[in-house]
């Protein structure tokens, strides 16, 4: 079991920057893909970016790609989503996610789930 606690949401202005932070509570194991999802206010939850674990490679989004970063800090179990030139549009409850998974994967067959944390971004 993987418990998963988000942090770091809030408000932002347009061109601004957050960075989010994913707490795991216990070590995730090599083997384990970490990902970021979001939900927009009526939308369905869409792939935001994913990174393995052990590689450190990372797969994102083509409506987030050169404007967000996503790491891990394997010493404090934790995985962060850094997020540049904020949009409007980025508003949206962002969830991490984990799954045991040798290649990244970017639908939400995901086995662990954070509660999520909300990012909104003025205009």
């Known amino acids: 079991q993987v418990l998963l606690v988000e942090f770091g949401g809030g408000l932002v202005q347009a061109g601004g920057s957050l960075r989010l932070s994913c707490a795991a509570s216990?070590?995730?194991?090599?083997?384990?893909?970490m990902a970021w999802f979001r939900q927009a206010p009526g939308k369905g939850r869409e792939f935001v970016a994913a990174?393995?674990?052990?590689?450190?490679?990372?797969y994102y989004a083509n409506s987030v790609k050169d404007r967000f970063t996503t790491s891990r800090d394997s010493a404090k179990n934790t995985v962060f989503l850094q997020k540049n030139s904020l949009k409007p549009e980025d508003t949206a409850v962002y969830y991490c996610?984990?799954?045991?998974?040798?290649?990244?994967?970017?639908?939400?067959?995901?086995?662990?789930w954070g509660q999520g944390t909300q990012v909104t971004v003025s205009s």
């Open positions: 216990a070590r995730p194991f090599c083997s384990y893909v």
């Open positions: 990174i393995s674990w052990s590689t450190g490679s990372a």
């Open positions: 996610a984990a799954r045991r998974s040798l290649v990244l994967v970017t639908t939400q067959k995901y086995d662990y």
